[in-house]
Nanobody, 125 residues
Framework: QVQLVESGGGSVQTGDSLRLSCAAS????????MAWFRQGPGMEREFVAS????????YYVDSVTGRFTISRDNAKNTVYLQMNSLKFEDTAVYYC??????????????????WGQGIQVTVSS
């Protein structure tokens, strides 16, 4: 049974930083592309960032480029999202997602097979 468990969310002020973690189990993590999505109030879920199996290549939505960094530790089966210079519009529920093992994935939700339960990030001014 695949499980993705997010942690590290919370309430912060604009300009602050947070690091989200997603611990994965039940899948061959080192062969699985990982991603973060988010869903703001009244909005559709959107792609935030993804990272390849080895961690060599990462992709970001334009709105977070230069502020967020996705990384992974295959020895710990964990993917991270370091969020710096947080803005009010970053307020959302953040979801960890895992692609099918050995699959190339992009920014579309349907490309990811497994999802975490989501974690709230609230940024206030």
């Amino acid at each position: 049974q695949v499980q993705l468990v997010e942690s590290g969310g919370g309430s912060v002020q604009t300009g602050d930083s947070l690091r989200l973690s997603c611990a994965a189990s039940g899948l061959p993590f080192s062969s699985t592309a990982m991603a973060w999505f988010r869903q703001g109030p009244g909005m559709e879920r959107e792609f935030v960032a993804s990272i390849t199996w080895s961690g060599g290549i990462a992709y970001y939505v334009d709105s977070v480029t230069g502020r967020f960094t996705i990384s992974r530790d295959n020895a710990k089966n964990t993917v991270y999202l370091q969020m710096n210079s947080l803005k009010f519009e970053d307020t959302a529920v953040y979801y960890c997602a895992a692609g099918p093992p050995l699959a190339l994935t992009g920014s579309r939700m349907y490309e990811y097979k497994y999802w975490g339960q989501g974690i709230q990030v609230t940024v206030s001014s």
